[in-house]
Structures are given as structure tokens and as C-alpha cells.
């Protein structure tokens, strides 16, 4: 196996994109708002920041067109998709110019306390009350406190590794 020697010097956007493609991620939909305003998006980049109190973070790219709503509505569901959820992740993509309410034209959703839109069968579905929003370069950093969560069956997870969705099937013990 041939390594490839990284210069002392910042990678450029290209590299760093083509290296971060070796990092496997979760696969979950974050949704944000209500009614006809509710929206969300593909996110790989969540994380637990804290089990006490239960804290995730989130990293939502601000030229989003879902950006607006954390702001509007202080709140956000994560909802880790399973291998049968691959067309919903698509979806979320914005695949075909698919924006804000119509996202949700696949699965079945239901509001959380905080009223965030969650996954009906999700992997799991976490509702957050948004407690702090960091800017970063592109990206803001949202860090959500887990109001209620749903763990769903144990049917397996969809990641996203070396530019495509993968799925991970359950393994009995």
C-alpha cells in the first residue's frame, strides 16, 4: 500500500475534500421548523458533545437553504437513518431542486416536544432545543440540548464513505 506524503504547507480544498472522504459517517436528516416552514438536510457531521447533561453538535453549511429556520425556530431533530431510508437521504440532498416542506414528501414524520420533525422508524430521533450556534468559516456549529430521543429497531445504519451511501446491516450476536 502506497502512502502519499503530506506537505507541511495547508492542503487546498480538493485534498482536503478527497481526505475526508475516508472518514465514514453516520447518515442522518436534520430537520428544523413547522408546517409549510419545516425543512431540513444531509448532515455526516453529528456528533454526542456530552452525555450529562445530553448534548450533540451539528455542523450545518450556512448556504443551506434550510440555514434560516435554526435561527427562526431554536430547534433541530436529528434522525440516523437505516439502509432502507436511502431514497429519504436522497431526498433531504436536495436531489432534483427538492426544497423546505416538500422534503418530507417520503417517511412518515411526527413533531417532537420542541416541535422539530422527526423520523417515524428512524435508527434514532433526537428532538434539541438549540442551546449555542458557533460561525466557523462556512459552517455554524449548533450544539442542541436533547429534549427527547426515540431509539428505533435495530435494522442496520447507512453511512457515507468514499462518496457514496453504505449500508451497515444489523448482525445478530
Known amino acids: 500500500m502506497e502512502t502519499q506524503l503530506v506537505t507541511a504547507s495547508a492542503p487546498d480544498a480538493v485534498d482536503y475534500r478527497l481526505a475526508m472522504r475516508h472518514f465514514a459517517g453516520n447518515v442522518s436528516v436534520i430537520t428544523v421548523g413547522s408546517g409549510d416552514r419545516r425543512s431540513g438536510l444531509v448532515a455526516t457531521s453529528t456528533v454526542s458533545l456530552s452525555v450529562d447533561p445530553p448534548l450533540m453538535l451539528v455542523c450545518v453549511n450556512r448556504n443551506s437553504s434550510s440555514w434560516p429556520l435554526f435561527g427562526d425556530f431554536g430547534h433541530f431533530g436529528v434522525n440516523s437513518l437505516g439502509p432502507h431510508h436511502q431514497p429519504i437521504a436522497e431526498r433531504f440532498t436536495g436531489q432534483g431542486g427538492i426544497k423546505g416542506a416538500d422534503r418530507f414528501a417520503l417517511g412518515m414524520w411526527r413533531s417532537g416536544p420542541t416541535g422539530a420533525p422527526l423520523l417515524v422508524g428512524a435508527a434514532v430521533a ?42 451497515i446491516e444489523t448482525v445478530s450476536p
Open 126 to 167: 433526537l428532538d434539541c432545543e438549540i442551546e449555542d450556534m458557533i460561525a466557523k468559516s462556512t459552517h455554524t456549529i449548533l450544539i442542541g440540548r436533547v429534549c427527547s430521543m426515540e431509539i428505533g429497531e435495530q435494522k442496520g445504519a447507512l453511512i457515507y464513505w468514499q462518496g457514496g451511501y453504505r449500508p
